[in-house]
């Protein structure tokens, strides 16, 4: 059996693996109802923001499990008050929540700038940790 050397992945399948978030009030809800969160908070006339953006949506793609792990991006002009309440002041900023809570990945609480190994670090590590409490969560229910 011959096995497929890459897979055609549409993009806009893979965009929509990103939640877009457009008030406070609808971060709060993801925060509420997800138990990992991974948080690009981006500006549209950001060059690096723009640059890695393909690589967060990938990440996305193969990390999201619905209810334990979800990946968000902020626009911070658009969304002002969650950026404020975190205190972001450089574009991109990435954060890393649990049961809503900001919490440090690999020792970073906050990854500034277009960092993709620490981003993929961040984002596999708790994709796995995702992945195990989904299981976990499967197993118990069955």
Known sequence: MLEKPFEIVDPAD???????????????SLLSST??????FYADWCGPCKAIAP???SMAS????PGF????????????????????????????FKEGKQVAVNGNVTI????LPSLKAAAEKMGKLAKEKAAAAAAEGA
């Open 14 to 28: 893979m965009a929509d693996s990103v939640k877009h978030i457009s008030s406070h009030g609808e971060f709060d």
């Open 35 to 40: 138990r990992y969160v991974v948080v690009d």
């Open 55 to 57: 690589h967060f949506i």
């Open 62 to 65: 193969k990390w999201s499990i």
């Open 69 to 96: 792990l979800a990946f968000a991006k902020i626009n911070v002009d658009n969304v002002g008050s969650v950026a404020q309440k975190y205190r972001v002041a450089a574009m991109p900023t990435f954060m890393f």
């Open 112 to 115: 500034q700038g277009a960092n």
